[in-house]
């Protein structure tokens, strides 16, 4: 049997899988391609520098017993570099191959690389001028788990949240993945995590910064080709929070830095903490690889508050605020406003506002005022359970058969609408949405959607029910 570049990298794959991690092996070998083997130097295909860069600091040793094994002592390992080709800071171990995007190894020399003379790391958040070594977590004190509420809505992301501040890297949930619509306080439960673990562990760097600012960052590191020192400095972080992170989707240089500072930071024990406005099966753009890593921890959803909960979001902000209140205006206030938690602080302030200002005492009279302009003023989001009634009534039928599992055309046809306009109209997730509507998967909320888009320009009828149906929503 012939030795081929496939054969001598697949033993050595044999014999590193057997003394490493699972998940090592599967972040840092899986990746590799074998791509030729000439005179005992076997040359292997590496996503990129960065990548090389870890292999060598990290598993050198073990590619050079595997490689040894397999082709003797005079052994050499030869990457080749995917996507770079400069070496940046580094120096090769040993003489460089005579190609453009080649590096030459020896398996068995370890040496290591001399450092440029001033390895100072620039910090992306120092402003250019001012020198500072410490690295500032841009955390909101004020956002903390004191003032986070918990109800049946938010029970599973705070407890996880807690969970973390206790022992970050140290739990199943990692990374931990917050969803959810807008207002719901995704921003406010990343940042009191933050808030509780620099309380805990003031020695552990922590950081928060929101999805855009990282892109832009990594923008201007590329542009001054100082890419490897954004890298370097996002991989000395101990509790990396990202906030929106579905602002990745379509920037695909944005996701590969990421996704090898998540591998690091991963790899590393180290916590990483993610928001999104949507579960990660209903990410779009966003690559494979990075969706199967959101998957790794937990993804919790945070939902419409209840009414319970949104009268002791209330209360809670007026006792801050050392404002008091009747309870019957509280109830007023937190029945009426029902969509996400800024509307209801918001309300809140714009009443103490009037009154202050207005010089009038809070009256249900007052309340029903600030809460008609402001409910006026916001775009009014149905719920899921509304949208299944407006539909049954429309088609004159119950909601449990709606929700049914009858295949009647005319009912499956009212349970598409229903759940295409519950994705048009509510900020829920597609398994949310199949959850309420009938216990059904995510893919059959999908499935639904295009087939009412398709139904809509094919059939007259079918155009008739979905623009009906849409007035009667957005009364």
Known sequence: MSVTAQSVWDNCLSFIKDNIQP??????????????????????????????????EHYVKLLKVALVKELGNTARLVYIIKMENTYGNKKPFTEKIPSSNRSGLRAQEIDVPTKNKSPELKNPFIIPGIRNVKIESQLNPNYNFDNFLEGDS?????????????????????????????????????????VEIKDKYPEKTVLYISAEKFTQQYIESVKK?????????????????IDDVQF???????????????????????????????????????????????????????????????????????????????????????????SNVRELEGAIISLIAQSS???????????????????KNTKREVSIDYIQKVVSDYFQMDVSTLQSKTRKRHIVQARQLAMFFAKKFTKASLASIGSQIGKRDHATVLHACKTVDNLSSTDKQFRKYVEDLTKKLSL
């Open 357 to 375: 200002f207005n010089k009038k005492e809070v009256t249900i009279e007052l309340a029903k005022q600030v809460v008609e302009k402001f409910v």
């Open 23 to 56: 998940q090592a092996y599967k972040t840092w070998f899986e990746p590799i391609m074998p791509v030729k083997l000439a005179n005992k130097a076997l040359s292997i295909q590496v996503p990129s520098k960065f990548f090389y860069e870890w292999l060598e």
């Open 248 to 338: 990745f989707s379509g920037k695909s240089g944005t996701q590969d830095v990421f996704f090898h500072i998540f591998n690091h930071l991963h790899q590393n024990g180290k916590q990483v903490i993610l928001t999104s406005d949507k579960a990660p099966v209903d990410m779009q753009d966003i690559e494979q690889r990075l969706l199967s890593r959101f998957k790794w921890g937990l993804s919790a959803e945070l939902q419409t508050p209840d009414f319970e909960t949104r009268v002791s979001i209330v209360k809670n902000k007026l006792y801050r605020d050392g404002v008091e209140m009747p309870d019957d205006i509280i109830e007023y206030v937190a029945k009426h406003i029902k």
């Open 154 to 194: 938010n029970r599973l992301a705070r407890s996880a949240g807690m969970a973390v501040a206790n022992k970050p890297g140290g739990t199943s949930f990692n990374p931990l993945l917050i969803f959810g619509g807008v207002g719901l306080g995704k921003t406010h439960l990343a940042h009191a995590i933050g």
């Open 225 to 241: 080709n100082t890419r490897n020192d954004f890298i370097h400095f996002y991989q000395l972080i101990d509790v990396l929070i």
